[in-house]
C-alpha cells in the first residue's frame, strides 16, 4: 500500500489518501473508495487501532490494519515517537 498521510505539527491527522495498492478484488481495494473509513481517521494523533476507535472496512480486515498502522507511523514520523513498524519505508 502506497498512500499519503497528511500529518499537522502538533501529530494530528489531517487528510489520508491511497495512491496505490495491490490487494484483493472486491475486498481490500475498497480502500480507494471508502471515504467513511478515513473520515474517523481525522484528527486522530497516532493512536489508532482498528476494533478499539477504529472500525475495519468490511471485508478487509487485514488492509484496514496496514492503513492503521501506516496513519500511526506518519503520526509517530512528525511527532518524534518511536514507533516499530517493519512495513513502513519513508521516501524522500
Partial sequence: ITMWVG???EGEVNGVMVRDMHETAGLGLRAFT???????TMGAAGDLEVGTNADAITGATVTS??????????????TGAEIESGATAWEG
Fill in 34 to 40: 471508502d471515504g467513511e473509513f478515513f473520515i474517523q
Fill in 7 to 9: 500529518v499537522s505539527s
Fill in 65 to 78: 490494519r496496514a492503513l492503521v498502522k501506516g496513519i500511526n507511523s506518519a503520526c509517530a514520523f512528525v
